[in-house]
Structures are given as structure tokens and as C-alpha cells.
T-cell receptor
Framework: RKEVEQDPGPFNVPEGATVAFNCTYS??????FFWYRQDCRKEPKLLMS???SGNEDGRFTAQLNRASQYISLLIRDSKLSDSATYLC?????????????FGSGTRLQVQP | DTAVSQTPKYLVTQMGNDKSIKCEQN?????MYWYKQDSKKFLKIMFS???????INETVPNRFSPKSPDKAHLNLHINSLELGDSAVYFC???????????FGDGTRLSIL
């Protein structure tokens, strides 16, 4: 099983829709969680960190469910500019490794 | 000013050649990374340096050799390039080993 798994999509949604992505991680000892966004042929950019109590940044809401070992990203009122690949990132459970592990990404396409 | 800059942006070369990619960050970060993103878009860590010390060395052929002359620079030298080396190579930096990372624009390496 991969350390971090995401549905690759694509998710095709109309403008204004609400869309949610889940990401599962395999090791319950994982401690830090992030969502990154990557546009086509561009570098990944940090979208938001994910906190235990859940957190919101404008139209974006991130949640962590430790019991089920998944994190989620909810996007409300989708814009065309939200079209991108969303990468789930987890701090490696092997603390000696001191690395972040990236999921393979979920592609979102927002349509007019 | 670009925070993480890597050169060249595009690199097209023949199998068997030796090439280098340079990376510099002006964020004052202590940790730098090299990632490889293949055609399936999976982002995989190769190396990480913290204050010029190698802290992550994934299962990468020894044809790949990183070098960090100071904590603001992390270069990647590749010997005897092979077809399978074709990918996008991203440099990144962060304040610490598991802090959110800032990525460079990527170097698109194509092996003929």
C-alpha cells in the first residue's frame, strides 16, 4: 500500500460547484499534513496546512480524520482558476527520515 | 526576486552525457531538496540537505550526485544520462526538514 493515496480524478465540475477531495495515509504515526496545488507544467505551491481541528482559508476548508487516517480538502464556489492538480502531503512517519511524502495528486477541472 | 531559482529550465541532451542542474534559494532556509517528477506526475524525493549536511539519500542511482557548497545552494550532477532520466527535476527549500517547502520552477530534462 502506498504511504499516501489519492484519487487521480479528473474531477470535472461546473463553476460555482462545491467539490471535495480525500487523501488517505497508511501510517497512523504521521504528524503533519498539507495540501499543495500544482498547475500544469508549473511547480507545486503550498495551498494550506491541515490542523487537527480543521481549518479554513477563504473558500478552502481542510479536515483531518486521524481515526480513519484521511485528510480532506473542500473547495466551495469553484472558480475556473481553481483548475489544477491538488497534492496531499504527509510528514513521513519515519522520523529518522525527516521528509514529506507527496501523493500523486487529484486533478480538478472547473468548467464554465 | 525569485525565491528558489534553478537553471537551466530546459535541458535536452544525448544518452551517455554528463550534466548539472543548479539551484539557489534566497529565503534563508536551512533545508534544500531535489525531487524528480516523472511522466505519471508522481513527485518523488531524491535528496535533502540540512545546513549542508546530507539527511536524505533515497534509492537513487549513484550516477546522481548532489553537492551543497553552502546552505543557499544545492546542485545536482548526473553522470552517464539514460533514457529513464527524462523527467522534471524540482529543487525546493524549507525552514526545517519537515516544514512546508517552496519549489523552484523545475528543470525539464529530455534525453535523446
Amino acid at each position: 500500500r502506498k504511504e499516501v493515496e489519492q484519487d487521480p480524478g479528473p474531477f470535472n465540475v461546473p463553476e460555482g460547484a462545491t467539490v471535495a477531495f480525500n487523501c488517505t495515509y497508511s501510517n497512523s504515526a504521521s504528524q503533519s499534513f498539507f495540501w499543495y496545488r500544482q498547475d500544469c507544467r508549473k511547480e507545486p505551491k503550498l495551498l494550506m496546512s491541515v490542523y487537527s481541528s480543521g481549518n479554513e482559508d477563504g473558500r478552502f476548508t481542510a479536515q483531518l480524520n486521524r481515526a480513519s487516517q484521511y485528510i480532506s480538502l473542500l473547495i466551495r464556489d469553484s472558480k475556473l482558476s481553481d483548475s489544477a492538480t491538488y497534492l496531499c502531503v504527509v510528514r513521513s512517519a519515519d522520523t529518522g527520515r525527516r521528509a514529506l511524502t507527496f501523493g500523486s495528486g487529484t486533478r480538478l477541472q472547473v468548467q464554465p | 526576486d525569485t525565491a528558489v531559482s534553478q537553471t537551466p529550465k530546459y535541458l535536452v541532451t544525448q544518452m551517455g552525457n554528463d550534466k548539472s542542474i543548479k539551484c539557489e534559494q534566497n529565503l534563508g532556509h536551512d533545508t534544500m531538496y531535489w525531487y524528480k517528477q516523472d511522466s505519471k506526475k508522481f513527485l518523488k524525493i531524491m535528496f535533502s540537505y540540512n545546513n549542508k549536511e546530507l539527511i536524505i539519500n533515497e534509492t537513487v542511482p549513484n550516477r546522481f550526485s548532489p553537492k551543497s557548497p553552502d546552505k543557499a545552494h544545492l546542485n545536482l550532477h548526473i553522470n552517464s544520462l539514460e533514457l529513464g532520466d527524462s523527467a522534471v527535476y524540482f529543487c525546493a527549500s524549507s525552514q526545517g526538514p519537515v516544514q512546508p517547502q517552496h519549489f523552484g520552477d523545475g528543470t525539464r530534462l529530455s534525453i535523446l
